[in-house]
């Protein structure tokens, strides 16, 4: 069964730009939550969506915006970028509703020039 | 991984020894506990989960201990190998609550560096 995917894996900004990120999540797995990876701050929690509905959000401005489809695929979105949303991206998808154990992609790492 | 170790705790272990990772939590209300490990370039990987009705729990080489009374997790890892060089996160959910969700909450992070 293939892991979690998301495209694009490199990106390159500038200040102002806006920018969309895609995540597959594992076949059959329902809710995909959004990570913030950098070295100051380390793992934070973006949002999670479960059956096409945003259930958590975490600490973030609102130009973090995100979506689920109905095929559970999701995207987010940054939009006016800013230097400090140079960060890794990640994605992770778990199979049901309470089932916790979540399963990361690759992410997707964004350069904001 | 992408914690870079300017703050990043580091562990340095012989091949072959057993390492042993330490956490510390602070929310009592945190019912469930996990354990990745992230290499370069890489996203996390699981590799143990434990709920906070249990105090441990073992894997293939790999064991969580769970203390609530001091909130405390640790990741023990037998026969240590250079493939095991990699930084480690412990995460816990915090809500008990279904409908509260998934959300993870990380530790900072311990870097694991084996020599051979």
């Known amino acids: 069964k293939a892991g979690v995917t998301q495209t694009p894996r490199y990106l390159i900004k500038t200040r102002g730009q806006q920018v969309t990120l895609s995540c597959s999540p594992i076949?059959?797995?329902?809710?995909v939550s959004w990570y913030q990876q950098t070295p100051g701050q380390g793992l934070q929690f973006l949002f999670e969506y479960f059956s096409e509905t945003q259930r958590n959000k975490g600490n973030f401005p609102g130009r973090f915006s995100g979506r689920q489809f109905s095929n559970s695929r999701s995207e987010m979105n940054v939009s006016t970028l800013e230097l400090g949303d140079s960060a890794l991206y990640l994605c992770?998808?778990?199979?049901?509703?309470?089932?916790?154990?979540?399963?990361f992609g690759p992410g997707t790492r964004l350069l904001v020039l | 991984g992408e914690n870079v170790g300017l703050h990043l705790p580091t562990l340095s272990v012989q091949e072959g020894d057993n390492s042993i990772i330490n956490c510390a939590y602070s929310n009592s209300a945190s019912d469930y506990f996990i354990w990745y490990k992230q290499e370069s370039g890489k996203g996390p990987q699981f590799i143990i989960d434990?709920?906070?009705?249990?105090d441990k729990r073992q894997g293939q080489r790999v064991t969580v201990l769970l203390n609530k009374t001091v909130k405390h997790l640790s990741l023990q890892i037998a026969a240590t190998q250079p493939g095991d060089s990699a930084v480690y996160f412990c995460a816990e959910k915090r809500s008990p609550i279904k409908a509260a969700g998934n959300k993870l909450t990380f530790g900072g992070g311990t870097r694991v560096l084996v020599k051979p």
């Open positions: 434990i709920r906070s009705n249990m």
């Open positions: 076949s059959g797995h329902r809710s």
């Open positions: 992770a998808s778990s199979l049901l509703d309470g089932q916790e154990t979540q399963y």
